[in-house]
């Protein structure tokens, strides 16, 4: 199970919604706990609302989100490379919330947006200011 908690004061206490669900658990028992920063859920959207700018106005055919977001990811350096037999196949990293934190996605985010700003000749302030109106 997985459970949302804060930190206060070196103890870590369940948000709201997971008070009772946590109440379950004994005392004086040993559990398993893996520590990962949750993903901004407003900056996640501020990466889409990005890949949507690009897909609108790019120059290299990308004709949707998909495409586009494989493009970024390669471009940025976030696949691997396999081997089947003589030929070497790229395949684009996952950027989801299970498998980046948020600090991770937040320079992919940054490295994302500086190459788009090259592809469409445009400023770092001004691909924010149309990112801030498409999500607001």
Do not use: W
Not at 64 to 78: P, V
Not at 85 to 111: H, R
């Amino acid at each position: 199970m997985e459970i949302i908690m804060y930190k206060k004061n070196n103890i870590l206490y369940p948000s709201k919604e997971f008070e009772e669900v946590f109440k379950k658990y004994k005392n004086d028992n040993y559990y398993s706990v893996k520590i990962t920063k949750k993903r901004n859920l407003t900056h996640h959207r501020k990466f889409f609302a990005l890949l949507r700018l690009f897909v609108e106005n790019n120059r290299l055919d990308l004709r949707n989100i998909d495409e586009a977001l494989y493009f970024i990811k390669i471009a940025c350096g976030y696949y691997k490379k396999i081997k089947v037999k003589t030929k070497e196949l790229i395949i684009p990293e996952s950027i989801s919330f299970e498998n980046m934190e948020q600090g991770e996605f937040e320079m992919f985010y940054n490295k994302a947006v500086n190459l788009i700003c090259i592809h469409l000749g445009i400023s770092r302030e001004e691909i924010d200011g149309q990112i801030n109106d498409i999500i607001d």
